[in-house]
């Protein structure tokens, strides 16, 4: 057997296409959706995860508007500009770049996002809908990981599923987006002991730990999906999954590579999220 490698680059071009017409149909209503991108301090890598964003943004149609703080800056100013945001009618999205400096508290910055502009799907509000399966906004990564399996036609109903990462952002959410569309599903993370008699367990088996290799071929079921939502850069300066790619290849049905996977699914997704948000607004029922 050798893998289909899913490529993520290609179904994240296509639905960029789909969510240009979408934009093109709010302009035609007078509407341009607009999305918020604040950061605070010069980490290099968020840097470069901002000017990706924004420039994905104009590829599209989404009017997008920068906001640069020191890394210094006090906390109170950005929650000032956020209640600002909240309440502009142009701001269909707002969205904080993390991390943040020592001196803010996460969960403040993220609560003061108005959960209808929440499009990282980070509020409360929203993963409290993720919980019960009615979710406004569903966080970009595990959405974007969805959406790939949807594309590939690999069913998720019934299916054994281990998420390997038990983050906020990618691993708790991806395990209850999968469980709602009726996986079994289970979660690994760096406590769990002897990961391997997990993992082989797995008809799709999504890691997102940051460790490169973490996955062998011998902890995988042979035809198991493998989605390595890893991004580790080697000393060499290469850029690497989680999962060993190469050893995996002639063993899964299908795999992600990195780059070129699960990474572009997540800025795409953030697209859709303020196009839904801006269609919303609009009184147009979003696409999911
Ligand atoms: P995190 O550090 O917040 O969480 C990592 C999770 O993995 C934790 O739950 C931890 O317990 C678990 N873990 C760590 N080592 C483990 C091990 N040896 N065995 C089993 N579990 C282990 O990270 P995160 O923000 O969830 O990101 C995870 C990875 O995904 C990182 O490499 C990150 O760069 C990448 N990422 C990629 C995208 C993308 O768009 N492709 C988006 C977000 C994160």
Do not use: W
Not at 73 to 98: C, F, K, M, W, Y
Not at 102 to 118: C, G, H, R, Y
Not at 156 to 185: C, F, H, W, Y
């Amino acid at each position: 057997m050798t893998a289909k490698i899913i490529n993520g680059v290609a179904v994240s071009a296509a639905m960029r296409t789909e969510i240009r017409q979408r934009v093109d149909v709010l302009k035609q209503r007078g509407v341009t959706p607009g999305l918020a991108v604040i950061m605070v301090g010069a980490n290099p890598a968020s840097a470069v995860y901002v000017r990706n964003k924004i420039r994905a943004c104009a590829e599209v149609g989404i009017q997008s508007f920068r906001y640069d703080f020191p890394a210094d800056a006090s906390p109170q100013q950005v929650l000032d500009l956020i209640a600002e945001l909240n309440a502009r009618a142009d701001t269909h999205g707002i969205l904080v770049q993390l991390p943040l400096p020592p001196q803010f508290s996460i969960s403040e910055v993220l609560q003061t996002i108005s959960a209808d502009k929440d499009v990282d799907g980070f509020h409360l509000y929203n993963v409290g809908g993720l919980v019960v399966g009615d979710t406004v906004f569903p966080p970009c990564t595990p959405y974007g990981v969805v959406k790939l399996l949807e594309h590939e036609g690999i069913e998720i109903e019934g299916k054994n599923v281990v998420v390997v990462g038990a983050s906020n952002i990618v691993g708790k959410p991806m395990a209850l987006m999968l469980m709602q569309r009726d996986a079994t599903v289970c979660i690994c993370h760096a406590k769990t002991r002897d990961l391997a008699q997990f993992t082989i367990l797995a008809d799709i088996l999504v890691v997102a730990a940051g460790h490169p290799n973490l996955i062998l071929p011998q902890m995988v079921k042979t035809g198991a999906v493998v989605i390595d939502v890893g991004i580790n850069r080697l000393p060499n300066g290469k850029l690497v999954g989680d999962a060993d790619f190469e050893g995996l290849l002639p063993k899964v049905s299908y795999i992600t590579p990195v780059p070129g996977g699960v990474g572009p699914m997540t800025v795409t997704m953030l697209l859709a999220n303020t196009v839904a948000s801006a269609e919303r607004a609009a009184g147009i029922a979003p696409k999911h």
